[in-house]
């Protein structure tokens, strides 16, 4: 991403630059980040008091290698256990947590791997998130799709055989209102067997909108489960109440969707705690939604402009394989999804381990996907990115990879009768 985006003192106005350097460097001036605000809706629930007292006791420096031996012994993995799987005592026993693994995702998965595309429609956002290519402070070329140009996008994804899509937007109902992407659901069920959404969290009467619009399955990024670190990375707009965000995937299911994806972006805060966190969060809905299909990812935090003020605490890939291989043992039935910020290398090894769903023919821009998929220059404006990938194999190359590795890709395992 070109920084002159993030090029602040010569796009915005004196008085907005003075606001956006208020919230960075007096705290005072910023909202409480545990309150709702005003249409939020709040909803009857012990999760999140479940998951954060896990977290909050969790010390991954107790673990020993017995614990994880032990660990790796039993038939069913504990919370306990899980814990041991997370902790550095583990990572000598990378080779072994792979192996446990790789058994477990072949006795319930067999050798699927699922392939799916992002779509984002539009790049406006209302939020003042540090570490975000989209947050309402960058100088970015903005774009919202109408629904012509949502059609056309979807046209071209469709014909390369496509059968899965999740649709994105920024976080501003301004421009993104929900009926506005309840037609984008609309439309994509015309194309596509699969629609996911990654849009900023809404209500339950709003998820059962768009569910009955198309959407099957609701993915939200809680970013950090860390609600002290989440306060000073996330300064302004909705987004910035930890709450809301946090109950969004049990609104989604109260709402009618089949199915929910959560994620942490791990560097954002301690990576052990909020893989724990992540894990935990499906977990206890597990329980309480046994009908809901479940999936989680943790995509790691790309390098940006903005790195000195979020100081990053940085995950290699041992440790990120650590922790896709702890969520396989952990949760045997759920999905794994690992994002195209990963390298091509990595994501053809993880496949074979832990990993049950990759995306492929990726763009986080707005509007670029007939120039991405047919090579040729479409013309007429395009929005820009939210991160930079690293895997931008297409969907025709992406399924002969995996089919070259003696997987069988799947683009749709959904009937409606």
Not at 114 to 119: A, G, I
Not at 213 to 241: I, N, P, S, W
Request: charged share 25%.
């Amino acid at each position: 991403m070109d920084n002159q985006y993030f090029i602040d003192s010569d796009a915005l106005s004196p008085a907005a630059l003075e606001k956006k350097h208020r919230l960075e460097n007096d705290p005072s001036s910023r909202t409480d980040h545990m309150a709702y605000l005003p249409g939020m809706e709040r909803i009857q629930s012990d999760i999140m008091d479940k998951v954060l007292s896990q977290m909050k006791g969790y010390d991954p420096s107790k673990y020993t290698a017995r614990d994880v031996r032990a660990a790796l012994e039993h038939e069913t993995c504990s919370i306990e256990d899980f814990k041991a799987l997370l902790s550095p005592a583990a990572e000598p026993f990378l080779e072994r947590m792979a192996e446990k693994a790789r058994l477990e995702t072949r006795k319930h998965f067999g050798n699927t791997v699922y392939l799916f595309t992002p779509l984002y429609i539009a790049n406006y956002c209302e939020n003042y998130c540090v570490y975000c290519g989209f947050n309402c402070y960058n100088h970015i070329r903005r774009m919202k799709l109408d629904l012509a140009q949502i059609e056309h996008e979807m046209e071209v994804i469709a014909r390369s055989g496509m059968e899965e899509i999740l649709i994105l937007t920024g976080e501003s109902r301004a421009m993104s209102d929900v009926e506005y992407i309840g037609e984008a659901c609309r439309l994509a069920r015309k194309y596509f067997r699969m629609v996911g959404l990654e849009i900023y969290p809404v209500n339950t009467d709003e998820y059962a909108y768009l569910h009955q619009c198309g959407a099957d399955y609701v993915t939200v990024f809680q970013e950090t489960y860390d609600a002290d670190r989440y306060e000073q990375l996330h300064l302004m707009g909705h987004k910035r109440v930890w709450p809301y965000r946090f109950e969004a995937q049990e609104r989604a299911l109260r709402g009618g969707m089949r199915g929910v994806a959560f994620s942490a972006l791990l560097g954002l805060a301690d990576f052990r705690k909020d893989a724990l966190a992540t894990a935990l969060h499906v977990y206890y809905l597990q329980r309480k939604y046994p009908h809901a299909e479940m999936s989680l990812s943790c995509p790691r935090l790309r390098p940006i402009v903005n790195n000195d003020k979020i100081n990053p605490q940085d995950v290699g890939e041992r440790q990120l394989c650590q922790v896709l291989c702890a969520y396989r043992i952990f949760l045997p039935f759920a999905g794994i999804t690992v994002s195209s910020r990963e390298s091509a290398r990595f994501r053809n090894g993880i496949v074979k381990i832990a990993a049950t769903k990759v995306s492929a023919g990726v763009s986080t821009g707005v509007g670029d996907h007939e120039s991405k998929y047919s090579g040729q220059d479409a013309g007429g404006e395009q929005g820009d990115e939210q991160f930079e990938i690293d895997d931008g194999r297409s969907f025709d190359k992406m399924y002969k990879d995996m089919e070259g590795q003696g997987l069988q890709p799947v683009l749709n395992d959904y009937l409606y009768v």
